[in-house]
Nanobody, 115 residues
Framework: QVQLVQSGGGSAQAGGSLKLSCAAS????????MAWYRQAPGKERELVST???????NYVDSVKGRFTISQDSAKITLYLQMNSLKTDDTAVYYC?????????WGQGTQVTVSS
């Protein structure tokens, strides 16, 4: 079965950097899209960034120029490099894999940015 296992995250000061990883297993992902979402306390889950099967990337306006989504060449591991972090970036971050009609989620990882 498909599994997404996240790692990275943690705590950083404003202006600092963190990197998230998401390792996929249990399937063939060549034609899948992947994404990062986040959910802050008391708020709805927000789409942060996507990467399609052809490598096209998109970002929510609030992270453009600061976050970078990428994948390894085998499309097994998804990354989110987060630079110039702001306190508003504090949230639980989730990776997501969309393959045809199925969506899979990672377990979530906390990112806390302090001022």
């Amino acid at each position: 079965q498909v599994q997404l296992v996240q790692s990275g995250g943690g705590s950083a000061q404003a202006g600092g950097s963190l990197k998230l990883s998401c390792a996929a297993s249990g399937g063939f992902f060549r034609w899948c899209a992947m994404a990062w979402y986040r959910q802050a306390p008391g708020k709805e889950r927000e789409l942060v960034s996507t990467i399609s099967n052809d490598g096209t990337t998109n970002y929510v306006d609030s992270v453009k120029g600061r976050f970078t989504i990428s994948q390894d060449s085998a499309k097994i591991t998804l990354y989110l490099q987060m630079n110039s972090l702001k306190t508003d970036d504090t949230a639980v971050y989730y990776c997501s894999l969309v393959c045809i009609a199925n969506t899979y989620w990672g377990q979530g990882t906390q990112v806390t940015v302090s001022s």
